[in-house]
């Protein structure tokens, strides 16, 4: 799977929007783009994914850039309970060996 | 509700016992995987299940065997247990076996061994 690159942390005042950025300046025409993030002691969990266009759920957006190589999970209106790393993952349609490679991933602190 | 729920969250045992880790899920997902994670937060896939049926056997030791007794359930036995066993094991689950399907984990069993 191509490599993804994140900040390591980032902070957000409690409902106020957070753009989270990924980098995946590798990424190949088959790579889906997923989004998990995961609390201490806790299984990741899903929260969006995508291919070219932007998408929605009730949990987030996905702004994906014209040229694929990288992308922006949107929470909206942050909570204490969105506080967790979050980590961007290419998955490859061509892998059926379903690897995770999870980074670093970024540290989202939200502050009340 | 717990959607995938895994027994025991930790597991301390010594070398060379036999142990097994409990899978379920309630979300009526018909695939599901079992997932170690090493240090450098790799999840490796080790197996995965759909309808009961053994879809991915990823190049694990045969120490490690799977059974899935019904679609909502899979468990993990592990015999003769190493000191490079100790990791994290996940499991998920999944609607539909495609790599692209959003998966559901559960929270993990930390394994240690002594």
């Known amino acids: 799977d191509a490599k993804t690159t994140q900040p390591n942390s980032m902070e957000s005042n409690e409902e106020e929007p957070v753009h989270l950025p990924c980098n995946h300046s590798?990424?190949?025409?088959?790579?889906?783009i997923h989004w998990y993030r995961q609390l201490p002691s806790q299984g990741p969990e899903y929260v969006i994914h995508?291919?070219?266009s932007n998408v929605n759920n009730r949990m987030a957006s996905l702004a994906i850039a014209e040229d694929r190589k990288s992308s922006t999970l949107i929470l909206h209106r942050a909570t204490l309970r969105d506080a967790a790393v979050y980590y961007c993952?290419?998955?490859?349609?061509?892998?059926?060996?379903?690897?995770?490679?999870f980074g670093t991933g970024t540290s989202l602190t939200v502050i009340p | 509700d717990t959607a995938v729920s895994q027994t025991p969250k930790y597991l301390v045992t010594q070398m060379g016992n036999d142990k097994s880790i409990k899978c379920e899920q309630n979300?009526?997902?018909?695939?599901m995987y079992w997932y170690k994670q090493d240090s450098k937060k790799f999840l490796k896939i080790m197996f995965s299940?759909?309808?009961?049926?053994?879809?991915i056997n990823e190049t694990v030791p045969n120490r490690f065997s799977p059974k899935s007794p019904d679609k909502a359930h899979l468990n993990l036995h592990i015999n003769s247990l190493e000191l490079g066993d100790s990791a994290v094991y996940f499991c998920?689950?999944?609607?539909?076996?495609?790599?692209?399907?959003?998966?559901?984990f559960g929270d993990g069993t930390r394994l240690s061994i002594l």
């Open positions: 299940y759909n309808n009961k049926e053994l879809i």
């Open positions: 993952i290419l998955r490859d349609s061509q892998n059926t060996g379903n690897q995770f490679y």
């Open positions: 995508g291919l070219t």
């Open positions: 590798t990424i190949s025409g088959t790579d889906y």
């Open positions: 998920a689950s999944s609607q539909g076996r495609g790599w692209n399907q959003p998966q559901h």
């Open positions: 979300l009526g997902h018909d695939t």
